[in-house]
């Protein structure tokens, strides 16, 4: 009995060194292997044509659905690449790609009715700023 124990004991011991890994070098990597960099200003970019389309009374449906749906694509695609090794970064990134995904899916059924465009603007800004609070943590990370 005393030497399953001890031989348990000596098991986990090995088994938690092997898994200890520093947060730089966790977020370095995590960073690298997800395109974080790549995928964010992707995200920003279309977050703006999708807020810049939705600013025009006249554009149509169908440009809506093309910017909007690129905007819900890419936005699934970034959080596919979670979980990040830092729990807030995650919650953050978690956040953002789910505002980004819901103004999206407003902005594709806006049509011409202002306040469904006013409520996706509202998505895609909140989801704008919370890209950038990860980014200022991930960048705290790495530092």
């Known amino acids: 009995m005393i030497r399953t124990i001890a031989i348990l004991l000596a098991g ?3 088994l938690s060194a092997c898994g ?3 947060m730089l070098s966790a977020m370095k990597s ?6 974080y960099a ?9 977050a703006r044509h ?3 389309a939705l600013r025009i009374p006249t554009e149509s449906n169908n440009e809506l659905h093309t910017v909007c749906g690129v905007m819900l694509y890419e936005s699934e695609e970034a959080n596919a690449a979670l979980p990040t090794p830092d729990h807030l970064v995650n919650k ?11 103004g999206a899916n407003v902005c594709y059924g ?3 009715d202002p306040a469904k465009r006013t409520r996706a603007l509202d998505y895609l ?9 990860a980014s200022a943590q991930i960048k705290s990370d790495l530092s």
């Open 12 to 14: 986990g011991l090995l």
């Open 20 to 22: 200890t890994q520093s």
């Open 30 to 35: 995590w960073t690298s292997e997800s395109g």
């Open 38 to 46: 790549a995928n964010n200003k992707t995200l920003i970019n279309d």
């Open 50 to 52: 999708s807020a810049t």
């Open 92 to 102: 953050l990134l978690s956040n953002a790609y789910g505002s980004l995904g819901a």
């Open 110 to 112: 806006s049509g011409t």
């Open 125 to 133: 800004s909140k989801g704008v700023g919370l890209l950038a609070e």
